[in-house]
């Protein structure tokens, strides 16, 4: 039985994909719209492969205002949506910064429109560690809970900081409307989840699905598969004096499949818990030095591979490990897969499709 019709954003890049094959999994009925700006379309044949269901899929920029009302015309049943589709370079977003705001801000206010007008009621969307700047300049914040205050130091945390608001403003001003023109039970079905993450890492364990951005990298891990595959030499250390264990900075690493695990139990507590608007940290709680990463990833691909120490990256900071307490508590939602799988499971994803989606995955992995 379906337990309904989502739609996903951006649903075929690196988190959208693994959520949306989360929702099929789990009996949700799922439409992907995407521009495939940094994504391809043949995840979609990827996730039916490992779950045997088929997500639709309408190629969409969601800065196009008639974009979704085409989509929730064409399929009335949605209800909830999970929106990933964003542009999200820190570094870019310092050069390009119109772009960002143009894509994750106005992209939203068209996506928030649509769902007034075709009064699709449950969003869940994707924020980011990133909205909480730097969370050492305050006393016992690390690990950081929902309540530390937010600051984001970038373009793109910016935008996630203003996306937040518009959502926030947005659910409750429809939830008071509704109220006031005596429809209490309207009212409650408006609601959004403010999912931030932390360092989303690994791949599917069937080798199959993982992340294939289209430019060149610049998270930690993927950098470090390229050093593996010999498509880069060595992996710059961005600083080794920092106040941490070894001097390197620390992040929370969240295995792909507890992420993506997240989004289900968010879109879950929307629809039977009608809360308005909640925001939850999608993190381990275990922070991991920038060597620690090194060895991890080294011990995966079973051979020691080369670095070196560069001066700090503009922006970085310290500490950016989560307190998960709210979701554990109040999602039911536990991450279960270790750093260890998820470089495992990257490696094997990374050795298995050295052209990522562009080339099918050796038939033993398709058989297994
Ligand atoms: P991704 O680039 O793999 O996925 C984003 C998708 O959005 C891509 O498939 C891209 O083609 C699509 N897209 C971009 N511009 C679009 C447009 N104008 N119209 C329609 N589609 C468009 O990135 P991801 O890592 O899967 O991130 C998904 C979401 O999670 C983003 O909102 C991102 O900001 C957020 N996030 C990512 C991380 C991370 O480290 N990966 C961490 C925190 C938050
Ligand atoms: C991790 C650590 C680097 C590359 C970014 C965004 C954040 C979120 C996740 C979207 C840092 C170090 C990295 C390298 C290195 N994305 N590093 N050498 O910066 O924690 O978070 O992605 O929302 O918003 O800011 O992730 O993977 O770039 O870096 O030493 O070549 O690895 O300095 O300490 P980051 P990252």
Redesign the pocket.
């Known amino acids: 039985m379906s337990l309904g019709s989502v739609l996903v ?2 649903g ?5 994909s693994f959520t949306a094959l989360a929702l099929l999994e789990a009996g949700y009925k799922v439409v992907i ?7 391809s379309a043949e995840v979609v044949n990827r996730i039916e492969l490992i779950c045997g269901k088929k997500p639709e899929f309408v190629q ?4 196009d205002p008639t974009a979704f009302d085409k989509v929730f015309t064409a399929y009335p049943d949605i209800d909830s949506v999970i929106h ?5 370079a820190v570094g870019e977003s310092g050069e390009k910064p119109l772009d960002y705001y143009l ?1 994750n801000v106005y ?1 939203t206010i068209n996506l928030l429109r649509s769902m007034q007008k075709h009064n699709v009621t449950n969003i869940v969307f ?4 990133t909205v909480y700047g730097d969370a050492t300049r305050f006393p016992n914040m690390i690990p950081i809970p929902e309540e530390c205050p937010l600051g984001p130091t970038n373009p793109y945390g910016n935008t ?1 900081f203003a996306v937040e608001t518009a959502i926030t403003d947005f659910i409750n001003a429809q939830r008071n409307n509704l109220t006031k023109a005596g429809k209490p039970e309207e009212a409650e079905k408006w609601n959004a989840a403010l999912l931030r ?1 932390f ?2 890492a690994g791949a599917h364990p069937s080798g199959i699905m993982g ?1 294939d ?1 289209q430019g060149v990298p610049y ?1 930690l891990l993927p950098l470090l598969a390229q050093v593996a595959t010999g498509k880069r030499e060595k992996l710059l250390v961005f600083g080794d004096d920092y106040a941490s264990r070894d001097g390197t900075a620390i992040r929370d690493y969240i295995h792909i499949l507890d992420l993506s695990n997240g989004h289900l139990l968010a879109l879950n507590y929307l629809r039977s818990n009608h809360p308005g608007v909640r925001a939850w940290n999608l993190g381990t709680g275990r922070g991991s030095t920038v060597y620690e990463m090194i060895k991890a990833f080294s011990h995966a691909v079973g051979r020691d591979l080369p670095y070196e120490v560069a001066p700090r990256r503009a922006g970085d900071v310290l500490d950016l490990t989560s307190n998960p307490t709210r979701a554990n508590k109040e999602l039911g939602w536990k991450t279960e897969r270790t750093l260890e799988q998820a470089c495992e499971d990257l490696w094997r994803w990374t050795k298995n499709n050295p052209q990522g989606y562009r080339q099918q995955p050796p038939a033993e992995l398709l058989e297994a």
Not at 33 to 39: A, C, F, G, I, V
Not at 60 to 63: G, L, P
């Open positions: 954003t951006g075929t890049g690196y988190i959208g719209t995407d521009n495939l700006y940094n994504s969409a920029d969601i800065t990933f589709a964003a542009l999200k894509v992209g994707s924020s980011s560690a996630k993450y360092n989303p992340e951005p998270n």
